[in-house]
Nanobody, 123 residues
Framework: QVQLVESGGGLVQAGGSLRLSCAAS????????MGWFRQAPGKEREFVVR????????SYADSVKGRFTISRDNAKNAVYLQMNTLKAEDTAVYYC????????????????WGKGTLVTVSS
């Protein structure tokens, strides 16, 4: 039914850029706040960024402010994460998430999760 499928992960050198995509299906996309989370090897999953239903509001983790940019295209049922000036510390599996509640999403609670895409930053 509901599916969130991430793509765009890969290997990139420190200082480089990468753009992740999340394609959603089986839900009324515009009714959901969207977000990105990541989980580094041996670490807990952490919040990266979230965006409101219409795309008018965003919230970023301090660790990625100024480097990452989230955007969404409701006509395409997609959300994106542009990652610039990548650091080795950004290496993680990145997950797309959807929530009807913006606050809950920021707290790590989502209605739906993708299976993740791996981003590896070499230094």
């Amino acid at each position: 039914q509901v599916q969130l499928v991430e793509s765009g992960g890969g290997l990139v050198q420190a200082g480089g850029s990468l753009r992740l995509s999340c394609a959603a299906s089986g839900l009324t996309f515009s009714n959901y706040n969207m977000g990105w989370f990541r989980q580094a090897p041996g670490k807990e999953r952490e919040f990266v960024v979230r965006i409101t239903r219409s795309g008018g509001g965003t919230s970023y983790a301090d660790s990625v402010k100024g480097r990452f940019t989230i955007s969404r295209d409701n006509a395409k049922n997609a959300v994106y994460l542009q990652m610039n000036t990548l650091k080795a510390e950004d290496t993680a599996v990145y997950y797309c998430a959807a929530s009807r509640n913006y606050f809950d999403l920021g707290a790590g609670d989502a209605d739906f999760w993708g299976k993740g895409t791996l981003v590896t930053v070499s230094s």
